[in-house]
């Protein structure tokens, strides 16, 4: 195979934005052949608007059954996600799935399954991974340099909605239709990038305030703290409802502490262990202040496509696993069960009684 015919069901904003791209010739070694959606609004737009030779499907399972392309990328609403990709691995395709992995865990699980056994390439499109601050601090964090995690806080409250915005559809915003609010449509990258960089944590206490700020039946403000398997722990917080909002990611370590804000990461480096200082100094310790320096590079969606193409073709490294979107998704359900429950927990936690719970909302 010289080059990767990609179908791209769901041609909405983002699926729109993946098709022009493609189109456009930006990805190498990826052609895009099919599309596919059940709104007759949106096939019009890809018949007008796509290069000729472009099929244009009503569903997803046609577009997977037709035999147009190699690869598929979902970028439909969130419940849809796992089902089209297991059809897809069904038919032999590799699949690009757009976040979250689903809305409840144990559909993530099936389709996680449902790839491993397949043997097709499965990844996440977790464009946020490509930006050169975050794979920084991962980097740093992960080497362990400054240490051991102590302490995490990531403020990201920069994704202001008005009330217009979640009445554009009356499944936009509701757990039937989305599976859930700020945490499921707009946090997940966030999620993804928390225990990517910072690790998994073993207990969660979160606060999911429903209709807060908004006449909605789901969450638009989140206040969640994190425990650690070493001790540390974290605060994430979350909303559609600041203005202006905020985006502060900080990490502290026994060695210092690292901050990302307004496009910035700087580092702040102990000369000494703070754990060793208390134990036998007096004072502050001494510390030195700088601008981390980065690669500069931030391929964002194109980045990820790069990477799948890479990986189809030649078998190279994609920028995050399709299995990989289990663990956001686990992030995001130990919230929501925390709040549903009003107490802390554990992880791993009990994923049938999470779907019990998630039952009783959407009926």
């Known amino acids: 195979m010289d080059e990767v015919r990609l179908g791209v069901i769901g041609v909405g904003n983002i699926g729109s934005m993946h098709c022009r791209n493609i189109a456009q010739g930006k ?3 990826m052609t895009l052949t099919c599309a596919a959606d ?34 598929v990328l979902i970028a439909t609403p969130h419940y849809s996600h796992p089902e089209l990709a297991v059809k897809a691995f069904w038919q032999g395709l590799h699949v690009l799935c757009e976040k979250p992995a689903g809305v409840y865990s144990l ?6 399954a449902a790839a491993e056994k397949s043997g097709k390439v499965f990844g996440m499109m977790f464009n946020q991974r490509t930006n050169c601050i975050y794979r920084k601090m991962r980097e740093i964090a992960r080497s362990g340099q400054m240490g051991a995690i102590k302490r995490v806080n990531w403020i990201i409250t920069d994704w202001y909605r008005t009330q217009r915005y979640y009445d554009q559809g009356a499944w936009r915003a509701t757990w039937r239709g989305e599976g859930g ?12 990038l928390l225990q990517w960089i910072c690790g998994k944590p073993s207990a969660v206490r979160a606060f999911c305030h429903v209709g807060k700020w ?32 905020t985006n502060r990611f900080e990490i502290t370590f026994d060695m210092g502490k690292l901050v990302c804000e307004n496009d910035k990461l700087t580092a702040w480096k102990l000369d000494t262990s703070e754990r060793e200082f208390c134990k036998t100094s007096q ?17 964002q969606h194109i980045g990820v496509l790069k990477a799948f193409a890479g990986a189809v073709l030649r078998g190279e490294e994609l ?43 959407r009926s």
């Open 27 to 29: 990805v190498p070694g």
């Open 38 to 71: 059940t709104n007759a609004e949106r096939r019009g737009w890809c018949e007008e608007t796509l290069p000729r030779g472009v099929k244009v499907f009503g569903s997803g399972g046609e577009l997977c059954a037709s035999g147009c392309c190699d690869a």
């Open 107 to 112: 559909q993530a699980r099936d389709m996680n």
């Open 283 to 299: 004072g502050t310790p001494a510390h030195t202040v700088y601008d981390v320096e980065t690669d500069g590079e931030n391929g």
């Open 319 to 361: 920028v995050a696993e399709g299995a990989e979107g289990l663990d956001s998704l686990l992030l995001a359900n130990a919230m929501y069960l925390s709040a549903w429950l009003g107490e802390t927990v554990a992880m791993p936690f009990d994923e049938q009684l999470f779907l019990r719970e998630l039952d009783a909302r």
């Open 214 to 245: 908004h006449a909605i039946e789901v969450e638009d403000d989140v206040t969640a703290y994190l425990e650690y398997p070493n001790g540390a722990t974290g605060v994430f917080v979350t909303t559609t409802g600041d203005a202006p909002g």
């Open 181 to 192: 609010g700020v945490l499921l449509n707009q946090a997940p990258h966030q999620l993804d």
